[in-house]
């Protein structure tokens, strides 16, 4: 999914107009994008799955997101959808944890899907990790797609204990993911200096300390890197930093499934069940 195709083009219009002539227009309009999710249609498929799927609503720093509980308790596994993301696109590796015999949690971060508001930023996804690990773990493996996979190694900042992870297409630098959101927006140098100012200013001025490669060189467990060969969205060169950092890694490439299809594809989904049975 090319999230910069569910975007107004008015939107898009405006912000090439402003970086031209008001780039300080156009960095507040690029912050906007930057913590604004959007939506894509959800498919019949992923209706049937959710409809068979306990929900419960729980409250994150005030705000409610969507749990879908996979089975019963105890929970083994926390799946964690990525930016304009949903639980639903986790569809396939839920049936094939059920099958296996292996009960799961997914849940819908705060402004996606069913879940309220209209902003996020990786670090709310981080903490609703860390509250339902709280509620309903803890768990054998927590995998992360995408910006989930940032979140969820974040999370281990916040006290989340977990043995195994699993990443799949996610950044191994906060450099780099903003700068692929530079590059897909086609935004200036300047807008690109005012984003890292805004890191340094609201968050940390070494910004990096939540990047993965920084985060899993700490990590003692076991992870496996997920990616794909044609991810446009996150290139493969980014698995390869995050699994040479970690002590204990597998890297499993797949090839023409790009940023999103790859969490349909049978292989991927047979690989994170075999690795998160219990040896």
């Known amino acids: ?24 227009l156009a960095y507040k309009m690029a912050l906007e994008l930057f913590y604004t999710p959007f939506s894509f249609p959800t498919t019949e498929e992923e209706f049937d799955y959710k409809r ?33 993301g949903r639980a639903s696109q986790f569809l396939h590796i839920g049936e094939g944890l059920k099958k296996a015999g292996i009960p799961y949690i ?31 773990g803890p768990f054998d493996c927590i995998v992360g797609h995408s910006l ?18 699993v990443l799949i297409g996610s950044h191994a630098t906060t450099t780099g993911s903003i700068k692929d959101f530079v590059k897909k927006f086609s935004l200036n140098s300047k807008v690109e200096e005012y984003l890292f100012k805004h890191l340094e200013v609201n968050y940390h001025k070494d910004y990096e300390k939540y990047g993965v490669v920084r985060l899993a060189k700490e990590f ?60």
């Open 1 to 24: 999914m090319d999230n910069k195709q569910n975007i107004p083009s008015y939107k898009l219009k405006g912000l090439n107009i402003a970086q031209k002539f008001l780039p300080s």
């Open 52 to 84: 068979d799927l306990p929900i419960y609503r729980e409250l994150v720093d005030e705000k409610r997101i969507t749990i879908y509980l996979g089975g019963a308790p105890p929970f083994k596994v926390l799946l964690v959808h990525g930016w304009s």
């Open 106 to 136: 997914s849940f819908t971060a705060p402004a996606h899907g069913t879940s309220n508001d209209k902003r996020t930023h990786m670090l709310e996804f981080a903490t609703c990790i860390e509250q339902i690990s709280r509620l309903y």
């Open 148 to 165: 989930g996979g940032t979140a969820l190694m974040n999370s281990l900042n916040l006290g989340v204990e977990v043995e195994k992870v």
């Open 220 to 279: 003692d467990g076991s992870a496996l890197i997920i990616h794909d060969e044609e991810d446009k969205e996150c290139n493969i060169s980014n698995a390869e930093d995050i699994s040479t950092a970690f002590k204990n890694a597998e890297l499993f490439k797949t090839s023409g499934f790009g940023h999103t299809r790859i969490l349909a594809n049978k292989d991927v989904v047979n690989k994170i069940v075999e690795f998160v049975k219990p040896k």
